[in-house]
């Protein structure tokens, strides 16, 4: 028997992370990129009246944050507080992100939590004392192998470089303690044998296995050079390394060794959302921290590409200079959230620019969406006074279109709530949002509005019943990626009152067709998406 919407919400909730982000600066265009499609898709599972959990938060210990406190001069707590609550929170808001819970790592709900798990890991033999000599790279807070770096040019001439940050390693000379990650190259590759979609996408995890198969190295877990972090709890002349730390806030968020029902009810992830250059620590480190401590895999894991600038992982030293903010203020918070979505593939590399989103905003958004919707508010006004008239004259016409949004919604639901691909989802909406501009271009509504006979009337009602229960449908689909402007659509079609809240419509049913009841009061509402500025100059 299918489980029905009550039996599903007192089950596991769908459990989606963004990575916890490093506040040693404020956020970019790449973190909103992560948190965006998380909040899509935590959205999306809402609306398929499933309970979710969506979690994201910040990374506040280790070298680099404490590096960038000093340079700042003061305390890494207080830089953390700082950019937490003035940069990293105010943009979630500001981009309408919908998280359940915030973690950040400073925070002692954590910080207990991870000193009892590692202590669990050492009561299990799973640590050992060593010492360790290597490439490290504070960028990414991570020893290199020496085979990946790469040689310096010009003022670096002589050094090696990180491959990501293209910055000077250090050789970093420390007794650790380290994990026994060694024991697991075979679990690990059997795990990836027998769940295939385990590692998102194709190339990813092709990257992940290939890598794993050459064996895996111990891995350091201590630091003592430094004492941001949180100590060992049999040895705090060592602190824990940040990305054991950080890793854990997946489990500690949700009530590890603290709340067992929560913590049942929610753990593990369904979906952890990373970016390509984080899929290790996440498909190989932390289902291998899981497995030593007997907690069950997360679902999957699933990597994001880069945001490009000339070429490179736009990051936070070279930045357009274009902070997500400067887009909102240009192109609205929901274009925002929508234009990375639709105009880059989930999981390949993309680059953004002023001219694509600006070409892409006037055509899809404005022109075909927008216009759609404001043409349809303004003919129900102008021929029914605003009353949504009945469907009564329905033809191969209308038929096309209730086979087309059923087509959308299944599509949609299967790419953007399965698959995560957003592009493919979003596309299938906008098709047929396409196809209905084309049924009123070809139905000619304000043609047959002349024809006063009864027959003529019928059509009338029956094409804009067609136009206006159409976009219902939109407005329900793209709830998830646009929630302030279907909001908009859904108040001038008049159906918060006759259907209620949006956010309860469920994706399932958003194609059953013929929802909006006849009658509903059509107003026309706000112009969804206003005629561009001009771009600012600088
Ligand atoms: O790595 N394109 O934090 P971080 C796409 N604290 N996504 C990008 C991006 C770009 N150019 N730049 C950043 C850390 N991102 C750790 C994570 S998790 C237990 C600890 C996104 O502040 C992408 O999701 O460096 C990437 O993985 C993340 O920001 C890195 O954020």
């Not at 910040?58 to 404490?66: C, F, N, S, V, Y």
């Not at 049999?234 to 929560?262: C, R």
Request: aromatic share 12%.
């Amino acid at each position: 028997m299918a489980a029905t919407g009550s039996e599903k919400q007192g089950g596991k909730a769908f459990y989606v992370t963004t990575p916890i982000y490093y506040v040693n600066d404020a956020p970019h265009l790449g973190h909103a990129y992560t948190t965006v499609a998380g909040d899509v898709l935590s959205r999306w599972h809402r609306q398929r009246g499933e309970k979710v959990w969506y979690l994201t938060g910040t990374d506040e210990h280790g070298q680099k944050i404490m590096r960038t406190a000093n340079a700042n001069g003061v305390s890494p707590q207080e830089w953390c507080d700082k950019l937490v609550e003035e940069a990293w929170k105010p943009l979630w808001e500001h981009l309408e992100i919908a998280n359940d819970d915030f973690i950040r790592t400073t925070q002692k709900r954590h910080t207990d939590r991870v000193q009892e798990f590692v202590q669990d890991l050492y009561d299990k033999n799973e640590i050992y004392k060593s010492s360790y000599e290597g490439p490290y790279c504070v960028g990414c807070e991570e020893y290199k192998l020496p085979g990946e770096l790469l040689d310096g040019e010009g003022e670096y001439a002589g050094q090696k470089l990180c491959p990501i940050h293209k910055k000077p390693v250090e050789l970093l000379q420390e007794e650790n303690y380290f994990f026994k990650l060694s024991e697991y190259t075979e679990k690990l590759l059997a795990h990836y044998e027998a769940n295939p979609d385990f590692i998102q996408p194709e190339s990813a995890r092709n990257e992940v296995v290939n890598f794993v198969k050459q064996g895996l190295q111990d891995l350091s877990i201590s630091r003592s050079t430094f004492d941001w972090g949180i100590p060992i709890p049999w040895d705090d002349k060592h602190v824990i390394y940040v990305w054991i730390d950080a890793l854990l806030n997946y489990a500690t968020a949700v009530g590890y060794n603290e709340n067992p029902e929560k913590f049942e009810s929610t753990f593990p992830a369904d979906v952890h959302l990373v970016g390509k250059d984080i899929l290790r620590f996440h498909a190989i480190i932390w289902p291998a921290m899981l497995m030593a401590n007997g907690l069950p895999l997360p679902g999957r894991i699933a990597a994001n590409g880069w945001l490009m600038v000339g070429g490179e992982k736009m990051s936070k030293s070279n930045l357009t200079g274009i902070k997500p903010q400067d887009l909102t203020s240009h192109f609205g918070v929901d274009a925002y959230r929508w234009y990375f979505l639709r105009a880059i593939a989930f999981g390949q590399d993309g680059s953004f620019s002023w001219e694509d989103f600006s070409a892409r905003y006037t055509s899809e958004l404005a022109n075909d969406y927008g216009n759609l919707a404001s043409r349809v508010a303004a003919m129900v006004g102008k021929y029914f006074g605003g009353e949504l008239p009945a469907a009564t004259a329905d033809g191969e016409a209308e038929k096309a279109i209730h086979d087309g949004l059923a087509h959308a919604v299944a599509q949609a639901d299967r790419k953007i709530g399965d698959e995560l691909d957003f592009q493919g989802g979003i596309l299938a909406v906008f098709d047929f949002v396409k196809q209905v501009n084309g049924y009123i271009t070809e139905q000619e509504p304000w043609k047959v509005a002349k024809d006063a006979s009864a027959e003529g009337q019928a059509r009338l009602a029956t094409i804009l019943y067609t136009a206006a229960e159409s976009l219902r449908a939109v407005a329900v689909l793209l709830n998830p990626v646009m929630p302030e402007t279907s909001q908009k659509l859904w108040d001038s079609l008049g159906a918060e009152v006759s259907l209620g809240a949006l956010a309860d419509q469920q994706i399932q049913e958003a194609g059953d067709w013929g929802r909006l009841p006849a009658g509903t009061t059509v107003t026309k509402g706000a112009v969804l998406f206003p005629r561009l500025e001009e771009k600012p100059t600088a």
